[in-house]
């Protein structure tokens, strides 16, 4: 499997930008579709948005859609996710996670999980 750490959660402001990294280690995140995930306290893990092995391929939970971009380089091993107009509603944890089946929107199609970054926004 491979090894995931985010980094790049914070506060912010309501309207605010964040960029997440997901630095991938022990294999190349060329073998794995990669998405982000984000839980919040007392809710169950949810899809936020996923791309496919070589970036062609994106898709986004529509709460996102339009205010956040994944984007991966597989030379670099690490996937990014890009938040702007940030609303309250954003925070939660999040997560990057990496899988072999796509599309996928469900946490448990996914075979390895980071740690987690904190994302929080106030209003």
């Known amino acids: 499997q491979v090894q995931l750490v985010e980094s790049g959660g914070g506060l912010v402001q309501a309207g605010g930008s964040l960029r997440l990294s997901c630095a991938a280690s022990g294999r190349t995140i060329s073998d794995y579709h990669m998405a982000w995930f984000r839980q919040a306290p007392g809710k169950e893990r949810a899809f936020v948005s996923a791309?496919?092995?070589?970036?062609?391929?994106?898709y986004y939970a529509d709460s996102v859609k339009g205010r956040f971009t994944i984007s991966r380089d597989n030379a670099k091993n690490a996937v990014y996710l890009q938040m702007i107009s940030l609303k309250p509603e954003d925070t939660a944890v999040y997560y990057c996670?990496?899988?072999?089946?796509?599309?996928?929107?469900?946490?448990?199609?996914?075979?390895?999980w980071g740690q987690g970054t904190q994302v929080t926004v106030s209003s």
């Open positions: 996670a990496a899988g072999r089946v796509l599309p996928a929107t469900d946490p448990r199609r996914f075979d390895s």
């Open positions: 791309v496919n092995w070589n970036g062609g391929f994106t």
